[in-house]
């Protein structure tokens, strides 16, 4: 079974500050990894996804993340968040050829104050 | 980017009646669409996925007869709380499908809030 653990609930930053928002899985098979955001009272935007190849994926609104097998982590990061950024970010995973299914992790509320 | 509707955004209903829920995905076809549950504070969890023109699959723990799943076309999938009572109060998401395997992508409806009295 596969499992996504995000290890920070609440992650509070103030604005223009760096901020890393981590990400644990864990499977025996290969999976592609996904982060979305919600915001409030809205359904979830990709914000970027792993499917192969560069380790490093660049996403919308200046998000990135890295793919670390070894460490089966894909964090994200983003080198200078705005107040627009606080919202609610899930990491998932989708086992390879098992229908399309999503697991997400718990979820991180990040909010970034003035 | 694709585009995924559900109405109603927000209904609110009395203990004992049925609420149906649609998902409709605007301006691609979708053969498969996923219903997921998300209570306050909490992450999205998978109920069901919606096959069109076949039976549902639901997940573990998930009652059949009282969420039923109706994928009558490409483009449309709805989801019916039978007999809801105040504990099925939730924000209800919807998401479809675009594609099958690699390329795949799931694209999610802004979701329905659901109050039960």
């Known amino acids: 079974a596969q499992s996504v653990t995000q290890l920070d609930s609440q992650v509070p930053v103030f604005e223009e500050a760096p901020v890393e928002l981590r990400c644990n899985y864990s499977s025996s098979v290969s999976v592609y990894l996904f982060w979305y955001v919600q915001y409030p009272n809205q359904g979830l935007q990709l914000l970027l996804k792993y499917l192969s190849g560069s380790t490093l994926v660049k996403g919308i609104n200046g998000f990135e993340a890295e793919f670390n097998k070894s460490q089966t982590s894909f964090h994200l990061r983003k080198p200078s968040v705005h107040i627009s950024d606080t919202a609610e970010y899930f990491c998932a995973v989708r086992v390879y050829n098992q229908g399309g299914k999503l697991i997400f992790g718990q979820g991180t509320e990040l909010s970034v104050k003035p | 980017g694709a585009v995924v509707s559900q109405h109603p955004s927000r209904v609110i209903c009395k203990s004992g009646t049925s609420v149906k829920i649609e998902c409709r995905s605007l301006d691609f076809q979708a053969t498969t669409m996923f219903w997921y549950r998300q209570f306050p504070k909490q992450s999205l969890m998978l109920m069901a996925t919606s096959n069109e023109g076949s039976k549902a699959t639901y997940e573990q723990g998930v009652e059949k007869d009282k969420f039923l799943i109706n994928h009558a076309s490409l483009t449309l999938s709805t989801l019916t709380v039978t007999s809801a009572h105040p504990e099925d109060s939730s924000f209800y998401i919807c998401?479809?499908?675009?594609?099958?395997?690699?390329?795949?992508?799931?694209?999610f409806g802004p979701g329905t809030r659901l109050l039960v009295l």
């Open positions: 998401s479809a499908r675009d594609g099958q395997g690699y390329q795949e992508t799931q694209y």
